[in-house]
């Protein structure tokens, strides 16, 4: 699959290897892509990015809620609320474990090193989902190369932290589409 | 006060997609619980084998998630 990617996508896939390293997260995720992204400068990715106005503040602003989202067991909001529906409020749960254990405890990420640190880090299920989407998205699109656009698209399709961030700063699927193809691009459903 | 009507509504919801995703988030807070009691079990000197013990599962299991490679 790798070998369809562009510079730029490969580039992308390394530097989140190296965000979950820095951090000390068990796995790479997908939100490990997300902040790889946002790093690129002159790529079709990042273009679309500060099209819809992620410029450096707004890039910044992304960096903030996903590490917030982290700290929260990575849950998005739609996850934290239909937990409340069910009586569990995760924001109490994270600040009794955090009282214990450390600010960033339920981010499952360790900057102590040692305990899980040893070795590359492999692709969690969820960020493998990001690369497979962008796979089929460009073949999708009749486009013969997987750029960083296509792993952006993907992040904005499948639920999670990723897409809930992007949307709450105007990046959505549809947005993108519109600029990357001019169009609504294919089917949600996909 | 919008937003607490709409937790009210969701804790009666009958979609499957909420209970579901309920289900899913639940297991995710879970798995970052767990390895966080794990660790602090770990640093305070407990054996994979008593670990395993009070999780109720084998201590092939616990330390096959945890353990070094």
């Given at each position: 699959m790798f070998e369809r990617f562009t510079r730029d996508a490969r580039e992308v896939v390394q530097n989140a290897v190296e965000h979950a390293e820095r951090t000390g997260a068990r796995t790479v995720d997908p939100d490990h892509l997300l902040l790889a992204l946002l790093d690129r400068e002159g790529s079709r990715g990042s273009f679309a990015l500060t099209s819809l106005g992620l410029d450096g503040e707004r890039r910044e602003s992304v960096r903030r809620a996903v590490t917030e989202a982290r700290r929260r067991a990575g849950l998005s909001r739609a996850e934290a609320d239909a937990l409340a529906g069910l009586g569990i409020d995760v924001s109490e749960i994270v600040a009794r474990v955090e009282e214990v254990?450390?600010?960033?405890?339920?981010?499952?990420?360790?900057?102590?090193?040692g305990w899980w640190s040893q070795g590359r880090r492999t692709f969690g299920r969820g960020a493998k989902q990001v690369l497979e989407r962008a796979l089929r998205s460009a073949v999708a699109h009749g486009d013969r190369h997987i750029g960083d656009e296509h792993l952006l698209l993907s992040l904005t399709l499948l639920p999670g932290v990723p897409a809930e961030v992007l949307a709450d700063h105007g990046v959505t699927y549809e947005a993108l589409s519109r600029i990357l193809h001019g169009g609504p691009g294919e089917a949600k459903a996909g | 006060m919008t937003e607490a009507t709409d937790l009210a509504e969701r804790a009666g919801d009958r979609d499957p997609r909420v209970g579901l995703r309920a289900v899913a988030a639940l297991r995710r807070l879970l798995e970052q619980l767990e390895a966080v009691q794990v660790r602090s079990a770990r640093n305070q000197g407990w054996s994979w084998q008593e670990i395993a013990a009070e999780l109720g599962v084998s201590r092939q299991a616990v330390h096959k998630k945890y353990g070094r490679h």
């Open positions: 254990h450390g600010v960033g405890a339920m981010s499952g990420d360790r900057r102590d090193r | -």
